[in-house]
């Protein structure tokens, strides 16, 4: 049930992951030698399936004798008593240690039942998806349908789904480990019972959500949840959860061991459990009161009988609809902070040391528990002990040991001889009906789905004058144009060693060679882009140069309406066709300064608003973006016109950003990129997501460009009144605050954890002592990180301000407003192209994609079906638009004024967004896989010349941006091929 032990592995994941290591799952020592705990040998035990090779049976008896507690051991890595079962194709292994009761010495026996903790909610979703079955319910549901007085009186209660509360992503608050610390910590609270009202009114009555029900990336193990679902099992069947275990679960899978235990359990009915305190305190917890676990942890059994369940679940024996297993184990990659995908209370395992595995993790006051099975080996392994100190984790250490080659061979697919039987990779990610989210999520690069709407990308035009530049000038180009800014380019072309038709043919080759059907990033090519270099080139000869933007290619989110033969779709296929009638106020500005409008590039579909289980980066005009720097996610939305950048397609690009989306691509890109101030970049003419936080911005391999083309981006703009907020910037060349002048002076905050707050942290999380000193070193590495970059900006003049970090505002959530504000934002802008479209309406786009889902929307549109049929009124999401602007600015107003800084080195968990304040992203490196890292500088409303200059001094002082290596990337593209 708790999940102490699960964020502490976490943080070892988080360490290795700065650290470059792969961490595996720990091996415990041998326990320290002392007498006064016996010490028992492994009773003997086998299956009648045969015998496990005798290696492996060494490996795990010594794997199991091993973490026997001893007096003076490691309760982190030891337990009184352990089973362990193995159950394979081959053999079977059951075997238990040590002992079950450390008062009497009762050696542990392989049928003793004990405590499964958080295991028990997969038992919960089953009766959850058997009811779905049988048009009780659905996952789908409100709360509120069900158990409206909770939902009333929860926060969020009323928005949240079933669905979320299963998967861990409503926000609610965990009552878990306040509840279990305070019997832990006060033996008298063991015995203390609850109803599940109780535990709902405890969350309500001592925590606040931890984000907003289906926020985008965001989740948190919350047993409050599963409280929350038992109830709404018992209110829909009108059966107490019990006899459901009993009669839907246990009777059927003939799992007599299996109890669902209400209260403090009878003498014997398990055996006994234990809690080791930080200052090695050991409790006797048996008698704890179950009911304080109920549907998120009231189960208790044999190893055996959860055998049996685990193998029954895995051959979907438990449901009538193969689906409903499928469903269970669609992973959430933000699950358990994203080092084990999580699906609906199933783990996926293959990040911790057992690929292919899944299954779960439990934990009680007394006891800790792990299960895992593979399918594709029909290998389960079952772990029990009786220590809710002890590592459940350790028993990953069992999959390392088993050699499942026989399995393997039998499966095995000679693809010379059977090519038409070989496993098509499309089918472990795509359904026979096309839609995404199988339990198998495909690793960067991600291949594309089999689907025929992907606009082609014709170079054909250009043939002649790519072949003549590979053949002529390419290499020499190549050499000349590396690491260049525009200034230098804009030298280049005034000094005659360069024209803007080269170089236009220069990205044209480069997107032929590395985009085209691989990096996916350039939509669609102006076909007359040839013509406007030459206009241009004219123009420069007849010693006309309009600025610092004539004759540089520009690609622009396929969101952003020209007026000319490209189109504007927003990567969708309701508005493949559309050719817009004028140019975006920004694009007029862009061409008037002389700027080549060079192409579309491409997006996660309507600015990532598609389907929760579209992957960053595809639409379905413009396919799957990859990451030029490899095995990457390439993030969204602006997806391409960062990639394309990165990749050096094209010398800028614009993108646009509701929360997040020029930020996290261009700094997982390795780019520079401006979310701009709200007003200092109309927003006409382009595709809107959320109005009231939609901004277009920049980007650039470096702070010089981005300034360059932000320059020429600006104006006031009668069709978006914003602009007129930001007037006294327009027209501004921001190319003026790149000097040392311009930073001399400025304040910069650096957000620092503090030492009281570390350990505060350690103790909210019940860090165990052996691992509290890790957890101090990765926040202080963090520290330690900002103070360097704080050093080196200091000597450009800069003052540095430690922050402490709680004094940066927590995020706001703008997920709950998108459903209500695209439909009335889309159908607004619809209604103004007229019978520019084929669509009128956002229902009439969904219609239109359900006649041919497979191809028109690969991956489903269940955001745009959400937006379709809001929960929220009108009143409600003004509302929340106004509440979500006010506090935002007012939060970091705050937070500049008190600490008198000019900028911050911090995302500020996005504040900025709803507030309408700029933030930039600047190369910060790589981490040891290869990973872009991003700096984000956030500064007050229309501080774009303090953050240049901030951006800029950064970049002097760490210049540690290196150009992709396109070639390694290529080949890891072309093997999705094969």
């Known amino acids: 049930m708790k999940k102490t032990i699960i964020l502490l592995l976490l943080t070892m994941t988080l360490l290795a992951a700065c650290s470059g290591k792969t961490e595996e799952a720990p091996t415990a020592e041998p326990a320290a030698e002392a007498t006064a705990v016996p010490v028992i040998e492994p009773t003997a035990a086998t299956g009648d399936d045969g015998t496990l090779p005798a290696d492996i049976t060494t490996q795990l008896d010594d794997f199991l004798q091993a973490q026997v507690y001893a007096e003076g051991s490691d309760p982190s890595v030891t337990a009184p008593g352990l089973v362990l079962l193995v159950d394979t194709p081959d053999g079977r292994y059951l075997q238990a240690a040590g002992v079950s009761s450390l008062e009497e010495g009762t050696p542990m026996q392989v049928d003793d039942r004990l405590e499964i903790g958080s295991n028990s909610k997969s038992f919960t979703i089953v009766l959850l998806m058997q009811l779905q079955e049988e048009g009780v319910l659905s996952l789908d549901d409100p709360l509120s349908k069900w158990l409206p007085e909770q939902a009333a009186a929860i926060p969020n209660g009323d928005q949240m789904t079933l669905h979320q509360l299963a998967q861990h992503t409503s926000g609610i608050w965990d009552y878990g480990d306040p509840i279990i610390g305070e019997a832990a910590a006060d033996p008298d609270k063991l015995e203390t019972g609850y109803t599940p009202e109780e535990l709902v009114q405890y969350a309500i009555d001592n925590g606040t959500p931890d984000f907003a029900p289906g926020e985008e990336g965001q989740w948190n193990y919350s047993n409050t949840g599963y409280i929350l679902l038992g109830m709404v099992i018992e209110a829909a069947s009108g059966e107490k959860l019990g006899d459901l275990y009993q009669s839907r679960i246990f009777d059927p899978l003939g799992m007599e061991s299996a109890v669902f235990i209400e209260g403090v359990p009878a003498a014997g009915e398990i055996t006994d459990g234990y809690w080791w305190t930080d200052d090695g305190q050991e409790t006797n917890t048996t008698n704890w009161n179950v009911s304080q676990g109920w549907a998120a942890g009231g189960l208790a059994m044999t190893a055996e009988d959860l055998l049996t369940y685990a193998k029954a679940l895995s051959a979907g024996e438990l449901f009538k609809d193969p689906d409903s297993l499928t469903q269970m184990l669609m992973f959430d990659p933000n699950g358990m902070s994203g080092a084990m995908p999580y699906g609906l209370a199933l783990i996926d395992f293959s990040q911790a040391g057992a690929p292919g595995y899944w299954g779960h993790e439990g934990q009680t006051a007394g006891f800790q528990s792990l299960w895992y099975t593979n399918p594709d080996t029909e290998t389960t392994v079952v772990g029990l002990s009786n220590s809710a100190s002890y590592q459940a984790f350790l028993f990953l250490n069992v999959a390392s040991m088993l050699t499942p080659e026989a399995a393997t061979e039998e499966t095995a697919v000679d693809e010379t001889d059977n090519e038409e039987t070989a496993v098509d990779p499309q089918s472990l990610y795509v359904d026979e009906d096309g839609n995404y989210c199988a339990f198998i999520d495909p690793a960067y690069p991600k291949p594309e789905p089999q689907y025929d709407s992907k606009r082609l990308r014709n170079l054909s035009l250009f043939n002649v004058e790519i072949d003549a530049h590979l053949q002529g000038r390419g290499d020499e180009l190549d050499q000349i144009l590396a690491g260049k800014n525009i200034l230098e380019i804009q030298e280049l072309m005034d000094e005659g060693t360069l024209t803007s038709r080269e170089l236009v043919i220069h990205y044209l080759a480069r997107i032929e060679s590395f985009d085209v059907d691989k990096l996916n990033s350039v939509l669609e090519i102006n076909p007359e882009v040839l013509n406007i270099a030459d206009a241009l080139d004219a123009e420069r000869q007849a010693g006309t140069v309009r600025g610092p933007m004539h004759g540089i290619p520009v690609l622009l989110k396929d969101n952003i309406a020209t007026g000319d033969q490209l189109h504007t779709a927003a990567g969708s296929y309701a508005l493949k066709d559309w050719q817009a009638d004028r140019d975006a106020f920004l694009v007029q500005q862009l061409r008037d300064a002389g700027a080549i409008i060079l192409g579309k590039a491409n997006l996660s579909e309507w600015a990532n608003w598609m389907d929760t289980c579209m992957p960053?980066?595809?639409?379905?005009?413009?396919?799957?973006?990859?990451?030029?720097?490899?095995?990457?996610?390439?993030?969204?939305?602006?997806?391409?016109?960062?990639?394309?950048?990165?990749?050096?397609?094209?010398?800028v690009s614009i993108g646009s950003e509701t929360q997040g989306?020029?930020?996290?691509?261009?700094?997982?890109?390795?780019?520079?990129?401006?979310?701009?101030?709200?007003?200092?970049?109309?927003?006409?003419?382009?595709i809107p997501l959320l109005p009231w936080q939609d901004v277009p911005g920049p980007i650039g391999r470096n702070v010089t460009d981005v300034a360059v083309l932000?320059?020429?981006?600006?104006?006031?703009?009668?069709?978006?009144?914003?602009?007129?907020?930001?007037?006294?910037?327009?027209?501004t060349d921001f190319t003026q605050f790149l000097t040392p002048e311009a930073v001399d002076g400025l304040r910069v905050g650096i957000p620092i954890h503090t030492d009281e707050w570390i350990e505060q942290q350690i103790i909210d999380f019940g860090v165990a002592e052996d691992q509290s000193d890790t957890v101090r070193q990765l926040y202080q590495s963090q520290n330690d990180g900002l103070r360097t970059a704080g050093e080196k900006l200091a000597t450009f003049g800069i003052e540095i301000v430690e922050v402490p970090a709680t004094d940066v505002p927590t995020n706001i959530d703008a997920i709950t407003a998108l459903e209500y504000g695209f439909k009335e934002a889309i159908n607004q802008f619809l209604a103004e192209l007229g019978d520019q479209v084929s669509v009128a309406s956002l229902e009439e786009i969904i219609a239109l994609n359900n006649e041919d889902l497979a191809n028109r929307a690969p991956y489903g549109q269940g955001h745009l079906e959400e937006s379709q049929n809001p929960t929220l009124t009108a009143e409600q999401y003004d509302e929340i638009k106004a509440g979500n602007q006010e506090t935002a600015v007012t939060q970091l107003n705050n937070l500049f004024a008190q600490h008198n800084i000019d900028v911050i080195i911090s995302d500020v968990n996005q504040t900025y967004a709803p507030a309408g304040f700029p933030a930039l992203t600047i190369p910060a490196g790589y981490d040891a896989t290869g990973m872009p890292v991003g700096f984000v500088f956030v500064g007050p409303y229309l501080s774009e010349p303090h953050l240049l200059a901030v951006g800029h001094a950064f970049e002097q002082a760490f210049p540690v941006r290196i150009a992709p290596d396109l070639e390694a990337t290529m080949q890891l593209i072309e093997a999705l091929e094969k």
């Open 616 to 651: 960053n980066g595809f639409s379905t005009m413009g396919g799957q973006t990859r990451n030029p720097y490899g095995p990457f996610d390439v993030s969204g939305s602006s997806s391409g016109s960062a990639a394309s950048v990165a990749a050096d397609l094209t010398a």
């Open 710 to 731: 932000l320059s020429a981006m600006t104006g006031v703009d009668a069709n978006d009144p914003a602009t007129q907020d930001a007037a006294d910037l327009a027209g």
């Open 661 to 686: 989306s020029i930020i996290s691509p261009a700094s997982n890109n390795s780019v520079v990129g401006l979310k701009t101030s709200r007003g200092l970049v109309s927003r006409d003419y382009v």
